[in-house]
């Protein structure tokens, strides 16, 4: 049985939230995939408690979208019931676990983005936003700790687990430059303090990220052209396999609950 | 006057009490009261609305929690009361009270550190062990076995512990 996407009116809010939201439960649902796979069972513990962090940070955010726009749409129509054109995130969440190392440096790349960003966001002239931002800016700090740990730890570790950490990193840098870009619809809630310029951060995100790659031993690349395109619903083919599975259920059994 | 006044209190009370017996169901040593959960309860005739914060955003207690406080009004002669979450202000291990720690530490769970330690990038405090009392104590985990707890391991008596993270 197939069932119809939901339509979903994207005015500026609207269309923000549902950015954000898309990449917390898109990274939420990729750390789950490591749920009973870890490398031992406290790291397996540490990846779902994170991506349960996402996950709820995704409800909020879902939320407040459906009540903006006013409509049918809740939580979980968004989640199960867009496809991938539909889905907003970055292209950086959606890529694959790859190994542990690849794992750890999307990780690593998205939550020192996300602590500065969610602590930025807690002035926000939206009361919602700014109390979204304000829970989500106390997990991100947990969730750069333990992926810089991590880094660390591979990176000033044996030749194998060194290689495979900058491998990651060559691979997943040209996906970053997607979290600083933003569109005209955003620079308005930007201009009206509803939102806050990504692109203010770069800088200190930099100073974040090179502070834990040197410790590491490793090296960020000097490329600079970038990936993007999750923005606007324009995917890698990771991003169907991945709603292939998280909708599964719903598309099966319309409106199933338990 | 006086006597409409003091009823209203009176139930109010009564409506308080009844919410915050209702205990945590991953650490059922501490009340909703005690972690800081519950927020408010407001009386209206005698309808009861409830506000409840949650810990941390994916913190799968919350519709329990939501669900035992309903039970726990009704049972107290509150009917059909409201359940309402309030995300702002954001929740903080500072909330929690004094006897709530004392009652974390006898069940064998350190509690948390002021909320300021949090942003040391590697910072490691020192948690002393609920056991012995050592500060002789390691991190294994920054991540325990709920989103509030990180697990770590006395040097000293050797027992592995939950940590009550500060956030």
């Known amino acids: 049985m197939r069932v119809a996407n939901i339509q979903v009116s994207e005015t500026p809010v609207v269309l923000y939230a549902l950015r954000r939201a898309d990449d917390a439960l898109i990274l939420g649902h990729r750390l789950s995939e490591w749920c009973g796979h870890a490398p031992m069972l406290e790291e397996d513990m540490a990846l779902s408690n994170i991506a349960l962090d996402l996950i709820g940070q995704a409800r909020e955010l879902y939320t407040y979208a459906a009540k903006v726009e006013g409509k049918d749409n809740d939580e979980d129509r968004f989640a199960y019931l867009r496809d991938v054109r539909q889905y907003r995130n970055l292209l950086l969440v959606e890529q694959p676990n790859g190994d542990f190392a690849q794992t750890m440096v999307r990780q690593l790349f998205y939550s020192a983005f996300a602590d500065l960003y969610w602590r930025a966001m807690m002035t926000s002239r939206d009361a919602t936003l700014a109390a979204i931002a304000a829970k989500s800016e106390k997990e991100s700090a947990y969730h750069l700790r333990h992926a810089s740990e991590w880094i660390i730890r591979l990176g000033d570790g044996t030749d194998e687990s060194r290689a495979r950490a900058q491998g990651a990193i060559d691979h997943l840098w040209a996906f970053t430059g997607e979290m600083f870009a933003v569109d005209e619809g955003e620079r308005a809630l930007i201009h009206a303090d509803i939102a806050i310029d990504p692109g203010s951060l770069r800088g200190r995100w930099l100073t974040t990220l090179s502070a834990v790659i040197r410790e590491a031993t490793l090296d960020l690349p000097q490329t600079d052209w970038m990936q993007q395109g999750g923005r606007s619903g324009r995917h890698s083919e990771h991003l169907g396999h991945l709603l292939a599975e998280l909708q599964s259920m719903q598309r099966t059994f319309p409106g199933q609950t338990w | ?167």
């Open chain 2, 1 to 167: 006057m006086v006597t409409v006044l003091e009823r209203h209190n009176e139930l109010r009370q009564r409506a308080w009490d009844a919410a915050a017996s209702v205990v945590d169901p991953e650490i059922p040593v501490l009340t909703i009261a005690d972690l800081g959960v519950l927020r408010d309860v407001v009386l209206d005739g005698d309808h009861v609305e409830v506000a409840i914060t949650p810990t941390y955003s994916g913190c799968p207690a919350m519709n329990m929690i939501a669900l035992e406080i309903e039970v726990a009004l009704e049972r107290a002669g509150f009917r059909r009361p409201t359940i309402r979450t309030v995300l702002s202000p954001a929740w903080t291990t500072d909330w929690m009270s004094e006897e709530g720690r004392r009652k974390l530490h006898a069940y064998g769970i350190a509690p948390p550190q002021a909320s300021n330690s949090r942003r040391a990038l590697f910072g490691e405090q020192a948690v002393a062990c609920p056991q012995c009392g050592s500060a002789n104590t390691e991190l294994l985990s920054e991540f325990g076995s709920t989103s509030c707890k990180a697990l770590w391991r006395c040097r000293a008596c050797r027992e592995p512990f939950d940590y009550f993270k500060c956030h």
